[in-house]
């Protein structure tokens, strides 16, 4: 695995995780993306093992959504490649969105559908035989149960959440993306939130996530990676690193404190 | 294997056309403001060319199918603003959707929508303007053309969309593209009236440019979806 | 004229130079000589097109002296043809392989077929003004030339509001595959339909319908113009191609200072 640590925070940064399993969760090879001639991701290279939690953090306009989307095979590389549950996104885009959920700090729901409307339309659309039956479990998990047949128009950001939350697991995702998906939730669906992502854990599934809440993202992730201006600054054990190590990484210093002259490693 | 995936392509076909028909029709507004704005359309140019028996004929395919068109382009324009912030289109492109897929459900779902508008005013039409319109061959003349415009208009409003270049752009990309459809469209419909010895196969000629443009088109769109 | 980015004899052309010291001298002396070469020849070739025109082809019989605005008019109209079909090949081939070259090779190709169109439209309008006694007429023929163009005044519309973004290339891209659908139906338009606009004089596949001094000075008008529509290409693609790669420089050094500088960086 690649620990870019830097040597001054080698002994508290836990060396690789333990038995790697079978699959990759996620792997990046040198990857760019860029819009226009000025590059957001700047060659990234990391891997993950399958079944582990990874919380991604970074200022704003680092890259953390570009990246999120490049998984989830929306954009596409620039140059370099990218894995996510074993599946290159470019080459094998059609395989990844079947093996990928998403849910993003926008719900982006069909309002005029009603909730159980809007699962069973994406359970069609991942060929998903028993969609009702999903969707009524589904709605009973993220305690949408008794609003199934209202129209999403009529929710609030927290349900809108949920049902997102829901749409983003139907398919039972080897790997679950997850974009600041805690951004102006009540505390009963961050509860939700973070009981989903331990259920996952337990099950060996792989997480990826983002998020401005450094504690939270701390408790949640296994592993860490931090983004800064489009380049990996950290890549490492979540447990290495607290708030105040984070936001010194935001403002390009190393996690152990700043070094004689100000300079970085 | 084929065969499952054709048959998954078909259930998300479907699926899409559904789910598009069952969100217009539940927001009765764009239905509202479409069929009036054919209706007006319809009024205004028997008032403007102060219509005698004589004129109908020649003037009324044409205000036909200027009516048709403003109703599109009315139809087509809530697409362009559902999906302005293209975070439903997102979330949708991310399940194992085939692109081409998508688009023609869309151009289906618009066809459809266009269809109930143009079922609606053609009656009225007959009456307005006292013409025959009322013929078996009116059908595949208003579908193609139908057609030919929801496809086009389906496939650079998604691209003005995806490239944020809407208002000015979108009118100037789609106007020299419509404009066959809708000469092929009128010629063809005078021809109900006034047949001419040896004039060319319009409804032919509508039927080319769909199935050509809608290929394409579904190829493309993943271009034109993409990041 | 000479290229401003000398580029290092290897690659291919390099290794055909090592191999076969004639041909390397040859292209060596191409590559340094070869545009004011082509400026030349077409600057000669505009000469005695020039005379052809207005000298050597005989006047028409019923037209008189305008017709002679057909030895501009004709090349310039096949020529934008050809231009978007370029158009067509560079989107296409631009949306399989990703490369950037492609994309401004139909870029250049629209920004001329655009301008050699434009001056097809004026040259018909006055031609058709001088004969028929009008500026315009919507025939199938002029209508379809008139879509054409517009077709591809929206393709620039949409580059330039788009800048030099990838998501802007492959929009413009489908724009240019799309849009060509229209240039077949255009071309065919007076074969198709009665048109006021006169029949193809050269149909291809079919028997000539000029005289063969008419058809001699067309020729060399022909060649002239598609020698002028070589050099604008590769100059505009040159420009282009600097231009973008001055682009991705200056913000390669703009990036690495703000690295160097750790502004939120390493």
Known sequence: MNAQTLPIDAARATATPSAAPLAEGMRLAGLVKAFDARPVLRGLTYTLPAGRTLVIFGPNGAGKTTLLRTLATLARPTAGRAWVAGCDVAEEAGEARRRVGYVGHQPHIYEDLTARENLLFFARMYGLRDGAARADALLARVGLSRRANDRVRAFSRGQAQRLALARGVIHEPAALLLDEPDTGLDQEALALLERLVAERRERGQTTILTTHHLERGLRLGDEALTLVRGRIAYAGAASALDVAAVERLYAGQPIGGRLEGGATC | ?227 | MQSAIQKPANGRLGGIARRAPALGVALGWLRRYGELALLGVTTLAMLLTIWAAFVYAPTELIEGPVQRIFYVHVPLAWISYLAFFFVLLGSVVYLWRRDERWDTFARVNAEIGVVFTTLVLISGSLWGRAFWGAWWVWDERLTTSLLMWFIYVGYLALRSYTGRTAQGARAAAVVGILGFVVTPINYMSVKWWRTLHPDQVLPLGGTPQLPASMIVALMISLAAFTLLYALLTIEVYKLERAQAEAERLRIQVELAGQDAMGIGGE
Not at chain 2, 25 to 30: D, G, I, N, P
Not at chain 2, 120 to 129: D, K, M, R, T
Request: net charge neutral.
């Open chain 2, 1 to 227: 294997m084929l065969n499952d995936g054709v048959r998954l392509a078909w259930t998300q076909f479907w699926a899409i056309v559904w789910k598009d028909l069952r969100a217009e029709a539940r927001t009765r507004q764009a239905w509202m403001s479409m069929g009036l704005f054919a209706l007006l359309t319809l009024v205004v140019f028997n008032f403007a060319f102060d219509l005698r028996v004589t004129n109908q004929a020649t003037v009324g395919p044409g205000a036909l199918w200027i009516a048709f068109i403003f109703a599109s382009i009315l139809g087509l324009a809530r697409n362009i603003t559902a999906e302005q912030d293209r975070g439903p289109m997102d979330r949708l492109l991310m399940t194992p959707v085939d692109r081409s897929v998508v688009y023609l459900a869309k151009v289906v779902g618009n066809v459809i929508v266009i269809s109930v508008i143009e079922t609606v005013a053609l009656p009225i039409f007959a009456l307005l303007y006292n013409l025959p319109i009322l013929q078996p061959m009116i059908a595949p003349i208003t579908l193609l053309g139908t057609v030919g415009v929801a496809a086009v208009g389906t496939q650079f409003a998604a691209l003005a969309a995806n490239t944020r270049a809407r208002e000015l752009l979108t009118p100037l990309l789609i106007f020299p593209l419509i404009v066959p459809v809708v000469i092929g469209a009128v010629r063809a419909t005078e021809a109900l009236f006034t047949p001419i010895h040896g004039d060319a196969p319009w409804l032919g000629l509508l039927a080319a440019f769909d199935v050509i443009f809608l290929s394409i088109s579904a190829v493309t769109f993943q271009f034109v979806v993409e990041e």
